[in-house]
């Protein structure tokens, strides 16, 4: 059974960066995997996606701040996330198990989840 693990949330203040990890048990190989968040009494949206290939999608809102990446040796996925704003304050999930058809960036198409890290950025 595959199982996700987020870390590397904390608190920070604005401009500040934080490196979020994920480790997969049970993952294997190269697959589209994705990060996404969810603040309070919001809908859980997209950050970013990389796919097997290795080629990197961002939501709108990250405007060149954050960076995914992978190291599939280590089953391990990143968020590298830099001039962090208030606004980018969430609990940040990475997911896996894309459902064929639809949005990349709809939490509803993704099967694997962690638990989520918490990140929040004072002003």
């Known amino acids: 059974q595959r199982q996700l693990a987020e870390s590397g949330g904390g608190s920070v203040q604005a401009g500040g960066s934080l490196r979020l990890s994920c480790s997969g048990s049970g993952y294997t190989g190269s697959r589209n995997m994705v990060w996404f968040r969810q603040a309070p009494g919001k809908e859980r949206e997209g950050v970013a996606r990389i796919s097997p290939t290795g080629a990197t999608y961002y939501a709108d809102f990250v405007e060149g701040r954050f960076t995914i990446s992978r190291d599939s040796e280590k089953n391990a996925l990143y968020l590298q996330m830099n001039t962090l704003k208030p606004e980018d304050t969430a609990m940040y999930y990475c997911?896996?198990?894309?459902?064929?058809?639809?949005?990349?960036?709809?939490?509803?198409?993704?099967?694997?989840w962690g638990q989520g890290t918490q990140v929040t950025v004072s002003s």
């Open positions: 997911a896996a198990g894309f459902l064929s058809g639809g949005s990349w960036f709809d939490f509803r198409k993704w099967v694997y």
